[in-house]
């Protein structure tokens, strides 16, 4: 089965160390998405790109979270430097017309 | 904007009998499609089921169904014959087809619980 695959699965990192996300999307989806679930705050849009172009990054902290698509297979989130508040899991999805699909998540721990 | 309201933060179930969650919309998109999501206590988030604005016909996927009601803005989950593997979070999601070229929405889901 096709499926969204992101890595690391598991990350704890002190504070002030650069974190790295990566997501391989399903082949043929056009739109790509970054969510960061946490307890308080549910599920938040960070970024999306369409056809590897970002559309919308207005969730996420500009100052120290950027995200890219370096090419159609990978995309990327970071976090630069990072912070305890960053800890959350950290979902990709990816979609093309009417179906989404998410990876198993990235569980970020920063202490 | 968009918004997705699911007013059940946790609701409960017999088992095998069948259980609604709530989940209301609002767009000003006239193209757009609605999603539901499992997610179980191991945290990854399942697709669930898919309606398009344009279809007539109700979603429906094994035990679930999508009971949609445009001019409500509705987008009700119905579990047929619950099992207690049904227990988990689940969430309603709208993807906008125009005006913001696809993007989602998550409501704040709904926790299921599933008795024996």
């Known amino acids: 089965d096709a499926r969204v695959t992101q890595t690391p699965r598991d990350k704890v990192t002190e504070m002030g160390q650069e974190v790295t996300m990566r997501c391989q999307p399903i082949l043929g989806h056009n739109t790509v998405f970054w969510y960061r679930q946490t307890m308080m705050q549910g599920l938040e849009l960070l970024a999306y790109f369409r056809n590897r172009a970002p559309l919308d990054d207005s969730g996420m902290p500009k100052d120290r979270f950027s995200a890219e698509m370096p090419d159609a297979t990978l995309a990327t989130l970071k976090i630069q430097p990072s912070e305890p508040r960053d800890s959350a899991v950290y979902f990709c999805?990816?979609?093309?017309?009417?179906?989404?699909?998410f990876g198993e998540g990235s569980w970020l721990t920063v202490v | 904007a968009q918004k997705i309201t699911q007013t059940q933060p946790g609701m409960f179930v017999q088992e095998k009998e069948a259980v609604t969650l709530d989940c209301t919309y609002d767009?000003?998109?006239?193209?757009?499609?609605l999603f539901w999501y499992k997610q179980p206590s191991s945290g990854e988030m399942i697709f669930l089921i898919y309606?398009?604005?344009?279809?007539?016909q109700n979603a429906t996927e094994g035990r679930y169904s999508l009971n949609f009601q445009k001019a409500r803005k509705s987008a009700n989950l119905v579990i047929s014959a619950s099992q207690l593997g049904d227990s988990a979070m689940y969430f309603c999601?709208?993807?906008?087809?125009?005006?913001?070229?696809?993007?989602?929405?998550f409501g704040d889901g709904t926790t299921l619980t599933v008795k024996p």
């Open positions: 309606q398009g604005s344009y279809d007539e």
């Open positions: 999805a990816s979609g093309s017309g009417n179906t989404i699909y």
């Open positions: 999601a709208m993807r906008e087809h125009n005006t913001n070229a696809g993007k989602s929405t």
């Open positions: 767009t000003s998109d006239q193209s757009y499609g």
